[in-house]
């Protein structure tokens, strides 16, 4: 399935959205980096070159770095599938229903797989689909981004730290901001390091494996990352790509639980609704990152070669 996304004049409901901020979406690549399979680690580090000190740290902010320019203004749409559910009595991404123009981050994550594994584009085409890739698999992972209730959280006012941002906001960058000084010294290595740590040994360790299972209920069959890797290469009949859907609904399901679960006029940042949801935000970096690696290793190396 190849969606030329790259050609789409379109323009953002929500352009002003930047999903995980520059922290939490470097935390990404980090922890993808120290995931990567022999070919796929070569494809990285060459294919990015010393202007991202060969890591997908670096460049995981470009996608968000470029929106604003009149030449990527196409491509804010595809940051986000805004599904049309009813949270918190009701959570669902329905591809059909929420990307039927074909213009969202379900299909740029295919169309830009696609792409990156080109050899008929250009070194600068095939760069430019890696950091796409590196940005969207992070920016999956952020509940609000997969939920269209109030533009995402964008017109939710909220307080963090007697500050007035916006729900949106304060999933992509508050409580991540709150975070990183007191726990992990202000620095995104420290905390992907520690993240990686978790996947390998700590309390990740058991659930890594189902992250990258591409498995769902509401999947006719279990599907693997190997699958969607062949059904993109080897395209099926009906030309679907599960993982993206599955990883979508996955943190869906979080603006049903807790996303939306809050007092008003509490300041979300210094109350239990911040205690109660740090830890998920840290859990869904480590898993975007450990999916970004999965990914990127199937297409490289056929194998996720991961733990």
């Keep these: 399935m190849k969606v030329e996304l790259v050609a789409l004049g379109v323009v953002s409901a929500a352009a002003g959205v930047y999903g995980w901020g520059a922290s939490g979406h470097q935390t990404v690549g980090y922890v993808a980096m120290q995931f990567l399979s022999p070919k796929a680690l070569e494809f990285v580090q060459t294919s990015l070159g010393s202007t991202y000190s060969h890591s997908l740290g670096p460049a995981a902010t470009w996608a ?79 509940p609000l981004h997969v939920e269209a209730r109030a533009v995402g959280g964008n017109t939710i006012s909220v307080q963090c730290n007697g500050a007035t941002t916006n729900l949106h906001a304060l999933w992509d960058s508050g409580m991540i901001n709150r975070l990183l000084p007191g726990t992990y010294n202000n620095s995104v290595t420290n905390w992907a390091n520690t993240l990686v740590n978790r996947i390998k040994s700590g309390p990740y360790s058991s659930l890594a494996e189902s992250w990258i299972s591409c498995s769902s209920t509401t999947e006719p069959a279990r599907r693997s990352v190997e699958d969607d890797m062949l059904a993109l290469l080897h395209p099926r009949a009906d030309g679907t790509l599960a993982c993206p859907l599955v990883w979508a609904r996955d943190s869906n399901l979080l603006d049903c639980s807790t996303v939306f679960d809050y007092t008003t006029g509490e300041d ?21 990152g450990f999916r970004l690696a999965a990914w990127l290793n199937v297409l490289f190396d056929g194998v996720t070669s991961l733990p």
């Excluded at 796409?132 to 952020?142: K, N």
């Excluded at 979300?268 to 975007?288: D, G, H, M, V």
């Design 64 to 142: 968000d770095e470029v929106r604003s320019q009149s030449a990527y203004s196409w491509s804010s749409v595809l940051h986000y599938v805004d599904a049309e559910d009813d949270p918190p009595d009701s959570c669902s991404v329905e591809e059909s229903r929420d990307c039927a123009d074909g213009r969202c981050i379900l299909t740029a994550i295919a169309n830009y797989t696609s792409r990156v594994v080109d050899t008929s584009l250009s070194d600068t085409q095939r760069q430019e689909a890696l950091k796409f890739l590196d940005h969207f698999v992070g920016d999956i992972g952020q």
């Design 268 to 288: 979300l940042c210094t109350s239990s609704y911040y205690t109660r949801n740090i830890p998920l935000i840290e859990t869904q970096i480590a898993k975007q």
